[in-house]
């Protein structure tokens, strides 16, 4: 018995960079999720949330909002027309606009409904929570200070109309004194409590779907993609300790031809199994897959592409089975995390967000949403299919250079 356990552990200590591998696994992820969750990498100060500002008055009151929003440190001001903040937001680029419509000013004097709103998606729930807060602490301080201060004078001119100039302005310069505090001592609730701010989703569930369901078909369909090709890829080593490798070498076709016809069924099987995820989800779970089935078969094809490419790169690089199932676990696990496959991304600080882009999950994630959520064209959602293009030409390469390297040499 412990002959056969010492033979055992012997045999696992063999391949030390899969031991390597094992052990740097839950290492790796252990840092991921801190990173994720705010553990490690965190400020002391938030990031500004980014708000586009379409100013549709240009008076002194619109530019002065402008300038004590901007102020904010809560807040990244970035001045756009509302077509352009309209484009940018449903195109997932930019979180909200606000608007500030012609007679901003002359309506806050007066006393009137002020006409303002704010357009965002719906998407993006985090920014949007610290959003609403910067602008009920700064928007309303200046609208309802100079509001409620038009709506004493307004009443004062229409109940004494024998008041001479001078008492006017004796009266309103006791006015401003009484308001001269509203901006600092009023808190964020009372405020809200008397305010209103039109809020307008550009994006949101009951016109573009169920965004839980696109995260989690999107997410889940990449990252079980991965785990699969990888299998399949692995299947080259799998042939190699069996002799059927060798076997193949010396038959009359070329070396290379046995990467591309492996490359090839693992695209097929790649496509095959993201077509099956969302047939299933048209028939179980009601995603709409017409909704842009050309961007859908284009998507469907590039992901598979790049992901496939990525099972036979593992299978190139890597000695043994053993092998690639330990590093490919850590890398598939690792890019899902960062990627958005395992919590969206609108969840996760912003240094997060930033190395979301070098994962494969993440670009076809993106495709995805653009088809399902923000339904825009095929023309803007191009440029994230040439970049899982451009990925899977990379790993190509890379696999064929290390396969006449590497597995012609283990023969």
Known sequence: MFTIALKGIKRYFKDRTAVFLSLLLPIVLITIFALMYGGIGKSEKSKAVNLLFADEDNTALSQEVFTKLDADEGLKLEPKTYAEAESLIKKGKRT????????????????????????????KEIEMGLLQQALWSNLFGITMKKGIKGKVNNWIKEKNPDLNDSQIADIQAQVEEQFSGFESSGK????????????????????????GLVQAIAGVAIMMLLFSVSASGATLLQEKEDGTFKRLLITPINPSEILYGKMLSTLFMAILQL???????????GLDIFINLPALVLMILCAAIACSSFGIFMASVCKSRKQVESLSTLIILVVSAIGGSMMPLFFMPAIMKKIAVISVNYWAMEGFFDIFWRQLPLIDILPKMLILLGIGTLLTAISVISFRRNLLKMV
Not at 98 to 121: A, I, R
Request: aromatic fraction near 12%; glycine fraction near 4%; charge should be negative.
């Open 96 to 123: 909200a606009v606000l608007v500030l419509y012609k007679g901003f000013q002359d309506s806050v004097e007066m006393g009137k409904k002020v006409p303002m709103e704010l357009f965002y998606d719906q998407a």
């Open 188 to 211: 964020s609730s009372e405020i809200k409590e008397n305010s209103e701010l039109p809020m307008t989703a550009l994006v949101s569930e009951t016109q573009n779907g169920n965004l």
């Open 275 to 285: 077509t099956v995820m969302f047939l299933y989800s048209w028939l179980a779970l």
